[in-house]
C-alpha cells in the first residue's frame, strides 16, 4: 500500500505561481512513476505531468514550459511547481503513484482568479 497526501494548493491571481507537494509512505519501493492530475468543475480528470523512476519527465500540452514536476527521493516528495497560472488551471489537483497498483491522493483546490 502507498499513501499520498497532497498539500499546497489555494487561491491566487492570474499569472501567479503555486507549488504542490505530494508527499508518499508506505511501500514506495514499487512506485515506478508518479505525476499529477487535474479535474476542473463538469470536467473529466485529465492529466497534468509524471516523472518515472528512471528520470522520463512527461507534460500536457496545456501546461508546458509553465509547470515543472520534480521529485525529492529522500523526502519520498513530488512536487509540481505551477507558474504562470492561467484561470483554466483552476482545478482539484491529484497526485497519482504508478506501481504494480495505482495510488491517488485526495486532492488540493486550485483556483486562479482572473
Known amino acids: 500500500q502507498v499513501q499520498l497526501v497532497e498539500s499546497g494548493g489555494g487561491l491566487v491571481q492570474a499569472g501567479e505561481s503555486l507549488r504542490l507537494s505530494c508527499a508518499a509512505s508506505g511501500s514506495i519501493g514499487s512506485i515506478q512513476a508518479m505525476g499529477w492530475f487535474r479535474q476542473a468543475p463538469g470536467k473529466q480528470r485529465e492529466f497534468v505531468a509524471a516523472k518515472s523512476r528512471s528520470g522520463t519527465t512527461n507534460y500536457a500540452n496545456s501546461v508546458k514550459g509553465r509547470f515543472t514536476i520534480s521529485i525529492d527521493m529522500i523526502r519520498n516528495t513530488v512536487y509540481l511547481q505551477m507558474d504562470s497560472l492561467k484561470p483554466e488551471d483552476t482545478a482539484v489537483y491529484y497526485c497519482?503513484?504508478?506501481?504494480?497498483?495505482?495510488?491517488w491522493g485526495q486532492g488540493t483546490q486550485v483556483t486562479v482568479s482572473s
Open positions: 497519482n503513484a504508478q506501481g504494480i497498483w495505482t495510488y
